[in-house]
């Protein structure tokens, strides 16, 4: 069964400082790992995509990462402020079996963070 | 601007109602999705569709129903049948597939039972 965990379910820092949030996948055949950021309330919006060929990719202070071979990914957030605090969604996206385009997503739970001043 | 709308913010059901959810969009993209969100669980698909006049259930279609008729739109109705409709609906849009697409979110409606 595909399946992404993320851990922790929830965080609490202080700003300023960084955090990393896990994301660990059995979703097979893997196509792309994107991350949201979900404001409490809101919509997720896109911080970054990850494909089988990349290891590091930046978007500003954030900072994702993708080992393929051991189906894990992270999301690292430097130097926290008051408006990271959010729900970090991780979603992968599998090939579809014929080919076409459209392949399956499947959604972590997210991690809850939450930045205190 | 370009975005996703989601109406109503808040929706309150009565027992044995049926209710919709409205979802307009004018980023021109031709694929939408409709998903469930509860707490401490992943988002789930209830339906999409990928062209005007045509819709595929996802993963939890039972209880629920939509329509294309237009691009830009695309209402989701919660039936009498849904047993458990308290949640976060999100509507979602997304560019022609080429497999990286990303989504675009409405702000979501939060659906409760009175």
């Known amino acids: 069964k595909n399946q992404v965990e993320q851990s922790p379910q929830s965080l609490i820092i202080l700003e300023g400082k960084n955090c990393t949030l896990q994301?660990?996948?059995?979703?097979?055949?893997?196509?792309?790992l994107r991350w949201y950021k979900q404001d409490t309330g809101r919509g997720p919006v896109s911080l970054t995509i990850?494909?089988?060929?990349?290891n590091t990719k930046s978007n500003g202070r954030y900072t994702a990462t993708l080992d393929a071979d051991t189906k894990q990914s992270s999301l690292h957030i430097t130097a926290s402020q008051l408006s990271d605090s959010a729900s970090y969604i991780c979603?992968?996206?599998?090939?579809?079996?014929?080919?076409?385009?459209?392949?399956?997503?499947?959604f972590g739970q997210g991690t809850i963070l939450t930045v205190h001043p | 601007d370009g975005g996703i709308t989601q109406s109503p913010k808040y929706l309150f059901r009565k027992e044995g109602q049926n209710v919709t959810l409205s979802c307009e969009q004018n980023?021109?993209?031709?694929?939408m999705y409709w998903y469930r969100q509860d707490p401490g669980q992943g988002l789930r698909l209830i339906y999409y569709?990928?062209?005007?006049?045509?819709?595929q259930k996802g993963d939890i279609a039972e209880g629920y129903s939509v329509s294309r008729e237009k691009k830009e739109s695309f209402p989701l109705t919660v039936t009498s049948a849904q047993k458990n409709p308290t949640a976060f609906y999100l509507c979602?849009?997304?560019?022609?597939?080429?497999?990286?697409?990303?989504?675009?979110f409405g702000s979501g409606t939060q659906l409760s039972v009175l």
């Open positions: 980023l021109n993209h031709d694929a």
């Open positions: 979602a849009s997304s560019p022609p597939a080429g497999g990286r697409e990303k989504l675009f």
């Open positions: 979603v992968v996206r599998t090939f579809n079996a014929g080919g076409t385009s459209y392949g399956k997503l499947t």
């Open positions: 569709s990928q062209i005007v006049n045509d819709f």
């Open positions: 994301c660990n996948y059995t979703v097979s055949p893997f196509s792309n």
């Open positions: 990850m494909t089988f060929s990349e």
